[in-house]
């Protein structure tokens, strides 16, 4: 038997190690490896037939839990509060626990798919696209729907939300309507017939769930996507982050599928270093609790992407 390459044995000694090291820091009483998903009696399960169960799933896949926990101020799971920096002003996340005063307790199911979907508050208000509707309009209406019975399934917290502070005239909420109408492209996208179901997953995942967009694409001066250079990365990411290119273009040229299946389950890079920043929490609270099917669709369609600059 010929003796495995060296680049593979180094792979599995660090695959290893990764697993190993989450132990080790709660042996050690370190840094959690883990967020604390808010509790429910029934566990993530996308093939479930309880709705709760799924929403839990979908939770997971769309990240909630980072944007509308405010970890480091010591914040109640899902109460809001988290500052976003952006070049056009701090965004505070809003509560989204049902409590009925200063949650979302009084949203039906069509308020809450079409805040979603549109972009709308159930006051007709528009919502700014630091909520990034511009992806979840793309998610199914069962999805929604799961994902709201998950919510609604959670201990509701009474913590009124934080107004953003915002430079002029990105504040003006009477103006999103025109940005809305201008760059939100509504609706759920159907499948591509011509594609496999897991490359059509990893689409669904990548684009709508995971948003993955909304943080690795360049952005005009109002804030949209420019969808012409999709995935091609940013200097201008969130917190002021440089984030990373996710077409087979710079970075991730050589990757291999599982060198990507690997970063989202672990967080490690093919060189054996490991996320940090946004990415590491994307990870902790996201990719890693996916299935290995669903990071396996997601592999697929990034490597099918097209080399953008």
């Known amino acids: 038997m010929r003796a495995a390459p060296l680049r593979v044995l180094r792979m599995r000694v ?5 697993a190993l090291l989450p132990l080790a820091l709660w042996a050690g009483g370190g840094a959690r490896a883990a967020a604390p998903a808010p509790p429910t009696s029934v566990p993530a399960d996308p093939a479930s037939s309880d709705p709760v169960a799924r929403g839990a799933y979908v939770f997971q896949a769309a990240g909630c839990y980072g944007c509308h926990t405010d970890e480091k101020g010591g914040g109640k799971p899902l109460a809001g509060g988290r500052a976003l920096k952006t070049p056009f002003g701090t965004f505070f996340t809003p509560n989204i626990t049902p409590d ?36 979840y309009t793309r998610m199914t209406d069962q999805d929604l729907r799961d994902l709201k019975a998950y919510l609604f399934a959670q201990a509701p ?40 179901a897991e490359w059509n997953r ?27 250079r999709a995935y091609a990365g940013t200097p201008d990411g969130p917190e002021g982050d440089k984030v990373p290119n996710l077409t ?16 989202l389950e672990i967080g490690m890079l093919p060189d054996g270093d490991f996320a ?5 929490e994307v990870v902790r609270n996201s990719t890693s609790r996916l299935t290995k099917a669903d990071r396996r669709a997601i592999a697929v369609y990034l490597k099918s992407l097209p080399p953008a600059q």
């Open 202 to 228: 990893g689409r669904y995942l990548t684009e709508a769930l995971g948003h993955c967009g909304e943080c690795h694409t360049p952005r005009n001066a109002l804030g949209a996507m420019e969808l012409s």
């Open 276 to 280: 940090g920043g946004s990415m590491a």
């Open 157 to 196: 917290v009474s913590q009124p939300n934080t107004p953003h502070d915002l430079r002029a005239p990105f504040g003006w909420r009477f103006l999103l309507p025109v940005w809305q109408a201008m760059h939100l492209d509504e609706g759920p996208r159907p499948a591509d017939p011509s594609r496999p």
């Open 100 to 135: 009925p005063q200063t949650g979302i307790g009084r949203w039906s199911d069509a308020d809450f798919i079409r805040a979603f979907r549109e972009g709308v508050r159930p006051d007709g208000a528009a919502l700014f696209p630091a909520f990034p509707y511009t992806s």
């Open 14 to 18: 660090l695959r290893i190690a990764a």
């Open 248 to 263: 087979p273009a710079k970075e991730m040229a050589d990757w291999s599928l599982g060198d990507i299946e690997t970063f």
